[in-house]
């Protein structure tokens, strides 16, 4: 699916933000390392569009529509990778790193149990740790002072 969305942002340039355009990125397909931060003008859109899909989903849940549903659903995967590309993340790693972390997680007996108060939860155990999420940007280039 990460392959896929950044066949669509090279297809339409997205990738090519002004800051990091180089005339032969139209030629090379491959997301430069290492991450990078987004111009604030582009986080507020990525968020704006975030946000615009979740609303889909919600109003395909109020109307019962399960096609709006879906579709919001793909949607908004789809901008959030997106995203990801955007910020030259590796994703795939990062995914398989949470994935893992995710896995060692327990479903909650009860909606005590839940800081959301649901017992449809997963919880982290006791011992439980997250992902290094910043070792895995620093492997592929990244400064967390830039």
Do not use: C
């Not at 109003?59 to 879906?70: I, K, M, N, S, T």
Request: hydrophobic share 40%; aromatic share 10%.
């Amino acid at each position: 699916m990460f392959n896929k969305v950044g066949d669509f942002h090279e297809k339409f340039g997205l990738e090519r933000v002004p800051e990091f355009f180089h005339p032969l990125s139209v030629l090379v397909r491959t997301i430069p390392p290492p991450a990078v931060k987004l111009d604030p003008e582009l986080i507020k859109f990525r968020l704006r569009f975030l946000r615009e899909e979740l609303e889909e989903i919600e109003q395909g849940y109020r109307d019962g529509d399960l096609e709006q549903v879906a579709d919001g659903l793909v949607d908004l995967v789809y901008v959030a990778l997106g995203t990801a590309h955007l910020h030259r993340l590796p994703f795939n790693e990062l995914f398989s790193a949470v994935h893992e972390a995710n896995m060692k997680k327990v479903r909650a007996q009860s909606s005590a149990d839940s800081k959301r108060g649901s017992f449809y939860d997963v919880v982290k155990p006791d011992g439980w740790q997250k992902p290094d999420v910043a070792q895995i940007l620093k492997d592929h280039g990244w400064n967390p002072k830039d």
